[in-house]
T-cell receptor, first 114, second 111 residues
Framework: EAQVTQNPRYLITVTGKKLTVTCSQN?????MSWYRQDPGLGLRQIYY???????DKGDVPEGYKVSRKEKRNFPLILESPSPNQTSLYFC?????????????FGPGTRLTVT | QKEVEQDPGPLSVPEGAIVSLNCTYS??????FMWYRQYSRKGPELLMY????GNKEDGRFTAQVDKSSKYISLFIRDSQPSDSATYLC???????????FGPGTSLSVIP
């Protein structure tokens, strides 16, 4: 089944404790992206990747890191999480050749930082 | 001024109605325009994807882009209760660029 998977789905952590949210897709997609969704602010792009080893900042990259060492995986790293990073996070990937246009989203990761 | 604006609603319509959802934007460089539907507690799913100006139709859904007015619309004909969701517009300058989403419009279709 074609899909984007994220793990964990739910995470409660404390300020300053490094964490990684994994994202994997099985559709050979080139473009992958991370978003956060907050009430009243909608979806905001954190980072995106056009292909292996090629990443760029979205609108809200501060406090986050990403890497794209393999085509299928695009982990999101919070090296020192803070309460303002409490949010719902989505990973997405896009049909080859369609870039940002046709994105398939994962199920989301709800992160709480206390 | 936000780059992409969208009336958050909520919008409530009777079953069978025609629904019009709209977004305005400020950056004339946007060329790729998307509409996503998001059910509660789920990830967004792509509904429509258009490049530049014009109309695109897919079943009960029609997307319109008016670049001269910086205005995009999504029309839903014969709306169904299953269309009750949040609708997000999104846009980007190139196909491999960052994507800007509108805040979403909450729609309820009442049986």
């Amino acid at each position: 089944e074609a899909q984007v998977t994220q793990n964990p789905r739910y995470l409660i952590t404390v300020t300053g404790k490094k964490l990684t949210v994994t994202c994997s897709q099985n559709m050979n997609h080139e473009y992958m992206s991370w978003y956060r969704q907050d009430p009243g602010l909608g979806l905001r792009q954190i980072y995106y990747s056009m292909n292996v080893e090629v990443t760029d900042k979205g609108d809200v990259p501060e406090g986050y890191k990403v890497s794209r060492k393999e085509k299928r995986n695009f982990p999101l790293i919070l090296e020192s999480p803070s309460p303002n990073q409490t949010s719902l996070y989505f990973c997405a990937s896009s049909t080859p050749g369609q870039g940002a246009g046709e994105q398939y989203f994962g199920p989301g990761t709800r992160l709480t930082v206390t | 001024q936000k780059e992409v604006e969208q009336d958050p609603g909520p919008l409530s319509v009777p079953e069978g109605a025609i629904v019009s959802l709209n977004c305005t934007y400020s950056n004339s460089a946007f060329q790729y325009f998307m509409w996503y539907r998001q059910y509660s507690r789920k990830g967004p799913e792509l509904l429509m994807y258009t490049y530049s100006s014009g109309n695109k139709e897919d079943g009960r859904f029609t997307a319109q882009v008016d670049k001269s007015s910086k205005y995009i619309s999504l029309f839903i004909r014969d709306s169904q209760p299953s269309d009750s969701a949040t609708y997000l517009c999104a846009m980007s300058k190139t196909s491999y660029d960052k994507v800007i989403f509108g805040p979403g419009t909450s729609l309820s279709v009442i049986p």
